[in-house]
């Protein structure tokens, strides 16, 4: 993914002259330096100093240029403040993203991975939050945030090459990737393809809903898969607190109150694995979701 | 050739001795916020010399086009002496100056630490620590629009706890950024006690030297001395450091060097013996 996030910023490089990339000595795992090289003009890298970076991000666009700041996601966070305090209560232009997000830094442990990022980054005014899945949608998704006005967050994973999506992607628009009527999963970022495998050859009829934009939700989108299916099922490689499966339960419970099952992390820290077996514990894999989607149509209500 | 320089000194005499004036008028406008409302007013008075004077003559703004691309920039990093920028920029003629009654109330542009609602403000501040990075983000944009634009960042000593203010330090001689002057106020007051008691920040002179930024010290009330050492700032090829000695509480006496000041209303009384210090001193000066 990490791949197609620095050839999306390629391509915006060449079209956007107040484009600016900035790095905290992560230029080469991140695929930032490819704009590096070829534009070291409008490319900063900063050392190890997430806070410095998001702050210089911040007089950059205080001064109309248009800056996207890349961090590994867990430190990133390290800078959480001065996203709070100087680039979301402004709205100031400001891309940050935060790459081998999720469990995806496996092997490098639960210092590395970061399962709380999108709950940070959601509970601030102002802010959008993305979290695509797809190749190509990553590409879309950096230009996206780029074009529109305002912070956003997008965090990727590391290694996943994920290609499931038909459609180009939409800030704010959640896609329905499977009809079906038994039950709703909500995903995004790399585990919508295990959903798509668990739905394939299912018990029960499924509808995946991918949902890339966490913030703002798409809830006329959620709302109507709930309303059609009557029970719903959410995946994504982050803390089941906080994320787009609290995103969606809070829209849920108060427009249509069905039992949401929220998959995730549960709440604890990750520890060091391959990026497989991690998904097998915390039993994101398509055999799990699989099971979860035959329950939570069984225990659904009839209304 | 001689009587142009006399001239030019003549005026320069005349453009301090108007700023002297306004800055008595700032001093006055602060403490009547300061009757109305609890604040920051040690704090903003040990700094209102030199914000008044980057102001007033030596930045290059336009009160009337707040967003004027070419402007220099003025980030107060040190936010809580929110009440000080206001009354200046009230001052300047950005806002009109009744509207600084409403610092601090509800729905005002004046909000307690500054944000981009007050036009003329260039920079939120209020967390401390954050002034230079972003003050270098504006340098770098100055320098890849190729802008003779310049970016000054007053901070203060017990923001200098922070460690993002060692990072940017590090980064802003990295980048060579020569348009970008930092001032400290050093008033030796931070919110608990004493700076030095808090946490020792000397020998706060050389720290900055051996990060790499040309240093000053300077009376921070002595305008005339304030503005050699901007003047001097310009002629620099790195970024510049200028540790601006201050009295917390500066004009009024009760208030001031001393703690008590941090965050206060005046009382009838106190306000009373306040301006009457304020315009004795008018007088003398």
């Known amino acids: 993914m990490r791949v197609a996030f620095g050839e999306g910023l390629l ?5 956007l002259e107040d ?42 666009a205080l001064s109309e240029k248009v800056p996207v700041a890349v961090a590994f996601a867990p430190f990133m966070m390290r800078a959480w403040e001065q996203v709070r305090s100087t680039i979301a209560r402004c709205s100031l232009n400001v891309k940050l993203v935060g790459t081998h997000s999720g469990l995806s830094a496996s092997d490098e442990g639960a210092s590395h991975q970061s399962l709380e990022d999108v709950a940070l980054m959601r509970v601030l005014p102002n802010m959008t939050v993305v979290v695509p899945g797809d190749r190509e949608e ?29 459609e180009e992607f939409r800030l704010g628009r959640a896609v329905v990737l499977k009809d079906g009527s038994d039950v709703a999963v909500f995903s995004n970022g790399y585990l919508t393809s295990e959903v798509l495998a668990a739905a394939e050859g299912a018990p029960v009829d499924a509808m995946v809903v991918h949902v890339p934009t966490v913030k703002p939700l798409d ?58 077996e991690l998904l097998e514990k915390h039993r994101l894999t398509a055999t799990h979701i699989r099971e979860a989607m035959v329950e939570a149509a069984k225990r659904r209500e009839t209304r | ?21 306004r800055i008595r008028q700032v001093q006055r406008s602060l403490v009547e916020m300061t009757s109305a ?54 001052e300047a003629g950005y806002f009109p100056k009744e509207e600084l009654r409403t610092l601090k109330r509800i729905g005002s542009r004046l909000q307690g630490h500054p944000d981009l609602r007050a036009p003329g403000v260039d920079a939120p501040s209020g967390s401390l620590g954050q002034g230079i990075s972003i003050g270098i983000g504006m340098a770098l944009a100055a320098k890849m629009r190729g802008s003779r634009s310049r970016v000054y960042v007053l901070a203060g000593d017990g923001e200098c706890d922070e460690g993002q203010v060692w990072e940017s330090l590090m980064t802003a001689v990295h980048l060579r950024l020569d348009n970008l002057v930092l001032i400290i106020d050093r008033n030796g007051w931070q919110l608990d006690d004493r700076t030095e008691e808090v946490k020792r920040k000397v020998p706060l002179r050389s720290k900055l030297e051996s990060f790499g930024w040309e240093t000053y010290s300077v009376n921070g009330h002595d ?40 965050k206060l209303k005046l009382s009838e009384e106190e306000y009373l013996a306040a301006i009457k210090e304020l315009e004795m001193t008018a007088k003398c000066a």
């Open chain 1, 219 to 276: 809830s006329s989108t959620v709302l109507s898969a709930a309303r059609k299916t009557g029970a719903a099922v959410c995946v994504e490689e982050h803390s089941v607190i906080g994320g787009m499966g609290s995103a969606v339960s809070e829209l849920l419970s108060e427009e249509y109150p069905i039992r949401v099952r929220r998959m995730g992390v549960g709440d604890t820290f990750g520890e060091s694995g391959t990026y497989r």
């Open chain 2, 37 to 90: 409302m609890g604040v920051h007013l040690g704090s903003s008075l040990s700094c209102l010399e030199v914000i008044a004077t980057l102001y007033f003559l030596k930045m290059r703004h336009a009160p009337h086009r707040p967003q004027w691309r070419e402007r220099d920039r003025f980030i107060l990093s040190k936010g809580h002496a929110a009440p000080a920028l206001y009354a200046v920029l009230a």
């Open chain 1, 11 to 15: 391509e915006l490089g060449e079209e």
């Open chain 2, 223 to 262: 305008v005339e001395k304030i503005v050699e050492v901007l003047d001097a700032a310009e002629r620099a090829e790195q970024p510049v450091a200028i540790i601006a000695h201050t009295k917390k509480g500066k004009g009024i006496s009760f208030l001031e060097d001393s703690n008590k000041g941090h």
């Open chain 1, 138 to 166: 990553v590409k879309e998704a950096t230009r996206a945030i780029v074009e529109s006005k305002g912070p956003a967050y997008m965090r990727i994973g590391r290694d996943e090459d994920a290609r499931f999506l038909e």
């Open chain 2, 1 to 21: 050739m001689s009587g142009t320089i006399e001239l030019a000194d003549l005026k320069h005499a005349t453009d301090v001795q108007k700023l002297k004036e």
């Open chain 1, 19 to 60: 484009l600016v990339v900035l790095t905290a000595d992560v230029a080469k795992p991140t695929q930032a330096i490819g704009f590096g090289e070829r534009f070291p003009h409008r490319f900063l890298n900063v050392g190890i100093a997430e806070q410095d970076m998001v702050d210089i991000a911040a007089g950059l």
